[in-house]
T-cell receptor, first 109, second 115 residues
Framework: RKEVEQDPGPFNVPEGATVAFNCTYS??????FFWYRQDCRKEPKLLMS???SGNEDGRFTAQLNRASQYISLLIRDSKLSDSATYLC??????????FGTGTRLQVFP | DTGVSQDPRHKITKRGQNVTFRCDPI?????LYWYRQTLGQGPEFLTY????????KSRLLSDRFSAERPKGSFSTLEIQRTEQGDSAMYLC?????????????FGPGTRLLVL
């Protein structure tokens, strides 16, 4: 079983749609959680950290459920520029990032 | 530009040759990481340094791979006797130990093709 599992997609959604990505992780000792965005042939870039209480950044909302070892990302009012691969990432002690395979999102006009 | 930089951005080599990549982290960051990414996969951890000390190495890092960070600033990753399976994007990241969430910032990567 992979340490971080994501649905690879692709998710094809129209502009303005709401889309949700889910992720599960296997190590209950994981300490911090992130969503990174990766454009084609580019490096991953931090989209947002994920906090236990849930957090929002504009159109993006991240949730964490430690009991179920489950992380989610919700994107509202999708834009064409949101098209990318979204990587679910956990930080395992002492300080090692474990990446999921990524979920590909394609927003069409 | 004060972000993470990597050199070269692209490298094509023949099987059996040695290659070396360089990473310059964000200047105040004391932690530096190497990852490898193949097509359709997320980055995989290879190794990391805190200052000049190499603190962890993945099982993915065979004895053909060696990484150094001699002065606690830039780092090099060398692959000896390259194999076609080494073809991948090699990503470097840096972070500041003790900062909130200890966010890692990635460089643009070095894309290696072994013929």
């Amino acid at each position: 079983r992979k340490e971080v599992e994501q649905d690879p997609g692709p998710f094809n959604v129209p502009e303005g749609a709401t889309v949700a990505f889910n992720c599960t992780y296997s190590n209950s000792a994981s300490q911090s959680f992130f969503w990174y965005r990766q454009d084609c042939r580019k490096e991953p870039k931090l989209l947002m950290s994920v906090y236990s209480s849930g957090n929002e950044d504009g159109r993006f909302t991240a949730q964490l459920n430690r009991a179920s070892q489950y992380i989610s990302l919700l994107i509202r009012d999708s834009k064409l520029s949101d098209s990318a691969t979204y990587l679910c990432v956990v930080n395992n002690p002492p300080d090692k990032l474990i990446f999921g395979t990524g979920t590909r999102l394609q927003v069409f006009p | 530009d004060t972000g993470v930089s990597q050199d070269p951005r692209h490298k094509i080599t023949k099987r059996g040759q040695n290659v070396t990549f360089r990473c310059d982290p964000i200047s105040e960051h004391n932690r530096l990481y190497w990852y490898r990414q193949t097509l359709g996969q997320g980055p995989e951890f290879l190794t990391y340094f805190q200052n000049e000390a190499q603190l962890e190495k993945s099982r993915l890092l065979s004895d053909r791979f060696s990484a150094e960070r001699p002065k606690g600033s830039f780092s090099t990753l060398e692959i000896q006797r390259t194999e076609q399976g080494d073809s991948a994007m090699y990503l470097c990241a840096s972070s500041l130990a003790g900062s909130p969430q200890e966010t890692q910032y990635f460089g643009p990567g070095t894309r290696l093709l072994v013929l």
